[in-house]
């Protein structure tokens, strides 16, 4: 159906998604309606955005909607998806900006990994109309998007290697949920700090029902791996959750000093902020981000102190930088796995292939983001001591 200008209005919302869905009326579990009403006001009250900026954020959240209604009509129809089993995930997390993605992408090399590239996670619901024995629309819309991305923010290039067609982050499967990482658009201290107060159990409930729309569709088209790899900086604040949802999780912990990550994410998501705003402010980036991950670093450490040391393997930036296949190697005896030799050579092609695609350094400035080195040495104080000083310490020795 044809798309047209909405408000940002809860109800408008949802009766537009419906439209653009032949009718669909079902969006499944309802707790999603409390985040869209919070985020609804943080949006029109806070983040100051742009007519364009208005309109681009109501986009979002309707596609969003569509979403959920078309994954509800699914599983009416075939109630066998939700028996597809999500066993053993493995999921990879830390800061913003320590490797997560090229260790994902390096991993997601051995096809005894489900991944979710970017088309799936940002059109999970196959199209209306789709022929199954066509190339699939979705990844040309999500390459037609990644493009007008990139020519719209060509330096987020340097700050995120964007590809339609490589696992990018569930974290944009749980914006259906909207008890996720909104405020990556937009200036919304208000959602942020209600959503630290959220139990987070329906976004991962979620998470996982689309796990197993996304498994089911894979296994449609002959896709068939033995356990998910997935990644995000998201889970640091929901690690709790995270766990309880998948409880046979296995969790890959990257590490880098939050004295050159912070600033770096701020950058990026001011970087997205100007495209929704035009008075965006590096500094309430800078700041609100950096908030946001101390405490999600201390809640995960506190976390990690009550679990098994064996359910997490700890990975270091400037090794997974600088040696990423020894790495990717190391991963294989902590999942209880075989790195065959076919596997690693895939890894070093693709590595090579990447290498080929050099991107420019990301330039920014701390203090540009309202961010100080003595502020972030205060704000991860216990981070860095348990993490980054004793590496540090020894490379140093």
């Known amino acids: ?6 408000a940002l209005e809860s109800q408008a919302l949802l009766a537009e998604a419906s439209r653009r869905s032949a009718g669909l009326a079902e969006f499944g579990d309802p707790s999603f309606r409390a985040g869209l009403e919070v985020l609804l006001r943080s949006v029109n009250e806070e983040a100051q955005l742009s007519d364009a900026g208005r309109a681009l954020f109501a986009e979002r959240i309707v596609e969003s909607l569509c979403n959920r209604l078309t994954l509800e009509a699914y599983c009416a129809r075939h109630p066998e998806i939700l028996n597809e089993a999500i066993e053993r995930p493995v999921v990879i997390v830390g ?4 490797g997560t993605t090229m260790l994902h992408r390096i991993l997601a090399r051995d096809p005894r990994f489900y991944t979710a590239n970017y088309w799936e996670v940002r059109f999970p619901s196959p199209f209306p109309g789709a022929a199954p024995d066509a190339p699939d629309p979705r990844i040309a819309a999500a390459k037609t ?15 995120h290697p964007l590809d339609a067609e490589l696992p990018d982050e569930e974290v944009i499967l749980m914006e259906h949920s909207f008890l996720s990482a909104m405020d990556a658009y937009a200036n919304l201290p208000g959602y942020v700090a209600w959503l630290g107060r959220q139990d987070q159990t329906p976004a991962y409930a979620y998470l996982k029902r689309q796990l197993q729309f996304l498994q089911w569709q894979k296994r449609q088209r002959g896709e068939v791996a033995q356990r998910w790899i997935l990644k995000s900086p998201h889970h640091v604040h929901a690690m709790p959750t995270l766990f309880k949802v998948f ?27 100007r495209v929704y705003s035009d008075v965006a402010d590096p500094a309430k980036a800078g700041r609100l981000w950096a908030d946001k991950f101390a405490a999600g670093m201390r809640n995960s450490m506190a976390f990690r102190d009550g679990m098994p040391a064996a359910r997490f393997l700890d990975v270091w930036y400037l090794d997974a930088v ?7 190697e190391s991963v294989y005896p902590f999942l209880g796995m075989e790195l065959g030799s076919e596997v690693r050579q895939r890894m070093l092609d693709w590595m090579e292939l990447s290498r080929r695609d050099q991107r420019a350094a990301h ?9 100080t080195l003595a502020g972030l040495e205060r704000d991860f104080a216990g981070y860095r001591a348990r993490y980054i000083l004793p590496r540090q310490a020894g490379a140093a020795a």
């Not at 998007?145 to 700050?159: F, K």
């Not at 330039?363 to 961010?371: A, D, N, P, R, V």
């Open 145 to 159: 998007e990644v493009g007008m991305m990139i020519q719209a923010m060509p330096e987020l290039l340097a700050m």
């Open 363 to 371: 330039q920014y400035s701390i203090e540009k983001m309202g961010l």
């Open 1 to 6: 159906m044809d798309k047209q200008s909405v």
């Open 247 to 273: 409880p046979d999780v296995q969790v890959i912990q990257t590490h880098r000093d939050p004295l050159q990550t912070i600033p770096s994410m701020g950058s990026f998501a001011y970087t997205i902020w």
């Open 95 to 98: 800061l913003p900006r320590t």
């Open 322 to 328: 600088t040696k990423p296949i020894e790495v990717a």
